[in-house]
């Protein structure tokens, strides 16, 4: 079926270091791609997506390309905040018919000064 | 800004007991979801409401679960009958088109 995978954490690095937390995926068809965050205390909000192979997606620094070659879709930053301190979903949708997220498990980011 | 919202933050329950979990979508949303995380696990779908009516739902989504919307603004889940696997946090979620909005979630912890 339908997974995502997704680095395992706790992340934790210095404020201003870069990140990458590392996505594949593994699905039928040409699915969606999107990262989610979960801030403390909060639920999850849509960070970025891409819905076909090539695209960028990008939101506050972060950016991941959807990779059909290696079905990946990391996400980067290149200079992260205490602020970005949160968990990180990775997740997949499939075709026009179903609106179901499949997600990875999140990886937890800690981000210290 | 519209944000949906769920209750109870945290419930504690007997193995067997019923409960349901409550949220109020973003008004203009048409559609609802249910997911739930058990811990150090993945996000789970659950279901998905739309019209009134269950438009997908997945294995996990058994008889023991059902789903309402009693007045137009609630969205509940029901669990008719506990049991410990059932412990995880439930994320209420809602949309108007394609992108979701999902709530704090509701950590349910089955004794």
């Known amino acids: 079926g339908d997974s995502v995978t997704q680095m395992e954490g706790p992340v934790t690095l210095s404020e201003e270091a870069c990140l990458t937390i590392n996505c594949t995926y593994t699905a039928t068809g040409y699915p969606s791609l999107f990262w989610y965050v979960q801030y403390p205390g909060e639920g999850l909000q849509l960070l970025l997506k891409?819905?076909?192979?090539?695209d960028k997606g990008s939101n506050k620094g972060f950016e991941a390309t959807y990779r059909k070659e290696t079905t990946s879709f990391h996400l980067e930053k290149g200079s992260v905040q205490v602020s970005d301190s949160a968990v990180y979903f990775c997740a997949l949708r499939l075709g026009a018919g179903s609106y179901q997220l499949t997600f990875g498990k999140g990886t937890k980011l800690s981000v210290i000064p | 800004e519209p944000e949906v919202t769920q209750t109870p933050s945290h419930q504690v329950t007997q193995m067997g007991q019923e409960v349901i979990l409550r949220c109020v979508p973003i008004?203009?949303?048409?559609?609802f979801y249910w997911y739930r995380q058990i811990l150090g696990q993945k996000v789970e779908f659950l279901v998905s409401f739309y019209n009134n009516e269950i438009s997908e739902k997945s294995e996990i989504f058994d008889d023991q679960f059902s789903v309402e919307r009693p007045d137009g603004s609630n969205f509940t889940l029901k669990i008719r009958s506990t049991k410990l696997e059932d412990s995880a946090m439930y994320f209420c979620?809602?949309?108007?088109?394609?992108?979701?909005?999902f709530g704090e979630g509701s950590r349910l912890t089955v004794l």
């Open positions: 008004s203009n949303h048409l559609y």
């Open positions: 891409a819905t076909k192979a090539d």
């Open positions: 979620a809602s949309s108007f088109r394609r992108e979701l909005f």
